[in-house]
């Protein structure tokens, strides 16, 4: 990854600012670009590593900031002051992550394919993945990991354009087991082209190495590693031209 580059991108939304970074292979051609919603924690060093090891295979990422410039969270009680506005309005939520979506394809920094765009989240983030995508963002994929597939307006999933990709940990406590089949339901009646993959064995934060919550957040390489697979495959599929 040492052609990889990591820059920040400052933006107002209502006049508040927003730092995202951006992170790319400088002087590559026209990569497709993803749009990257990290977990509860916000933009952070392992957020941009993870970033940096999707974009080293050949994407330009934005790594979204949701919560604004000065909105760090250090610990569990901030990341959930930060985070429950959002989860309990979709309509600001989904503003930022268009707004995160409109700096990706409108900065002038790294070069995007801007007909080849998906969008990826890891728990909170996945949620927010999902929900770009039900605004009916030009996407062409959105992935979830170990995230809710809860929502407040199921029937906007008729807004989806791209493919749906939900990686799941089978024993994750903290996405109620009702979320599934309303999940499916609802991407169903809607005719969109899903795929839900349940890891047996499988907690939440499955895929962050410092997960160590015995019987809820774990980390499981394994399971990681077969979960990012799955995505690259997806977004290869996508992107194929």
Same mark, same amino acid.
């Given at each position: ?6 820059q ?6 209502? @006049? ?14 026209a990569?497709? @670009? ?21 974009a ?11 919560? @604004? ?10 990341a ?10 979709r309509?600001?939520l ?6 995160a ?25 996945g949620?927010?993945?999902?929900e ?18 809860d ?22 406590p903290?996405?109620?087991k009702?979320q ?43 399971v990681s ?10 977004l290869?599929e996508?992107?194929?031209?």
């Amino acid at each position: 990854m040492n052609d990889v580059t990591v820059q920040s991108l400052v933006y107002a939304i209502d @006049g508040q600012n927003y730092e995202s970074r951006l992170v790319f292979s400088p002087g590559a051609k026209a990569l497709p @670009g993803l749009v990257m919603a990290p977990n509860w924690m916000g933009v952070s060093e392992d957020a941009e590593e993870i970033a940096k090891q999707v974009a080293s295979k050949g994407y330009v990422v934005l790594l979204a900031d949701l919560y @604004g410039q000065n909105v760090r969270p250090t610990n569990a009680d901030q990341a959930m002051a930060a985070m429950l506005p959002l989860k309990n309005d979709r309509g600001l939520l989904n503003k930022r992550m268009r707004t995160a979506l409109d700096q990706l394809t409108t900065q002038s920094v790294a070069a995007v394919d801007t007909g080849r765009l998906a969008t990826f989240g890891f728990c909170f983030g996945g949620c927010c993945a999902l929900e770009l995508a039900r605004t009916g963002a030009p996407l062409k994929a959105a992935v979830s990991f170990h995230g809710t597939l809860d929502t407040t307006h199921p029937a906007d999933a008729k807004n989806i354009q791209g493919k749906v990709l939900v990686l799941h940990g089978a024993s994750d406590p903290l996405v109620p087991k009702e979320q599934l089949p309303a999940f499916e339901a609802e991407m169903n009646a809607a005719k969109v082209d899903w795929q839900l993959l349940s890891y047996g064995g499988a907690f939440h934060s499955f895929t962050d190495p410092h997960a160590n919550n015995p019987g809820v957040q774990m980390y499981n390489p394994t399971v990681s590693k077969r979960a990012f697979t799955a995505m690259h495959n997806l977004l290869d599929e996508v992107f194929a031209h």
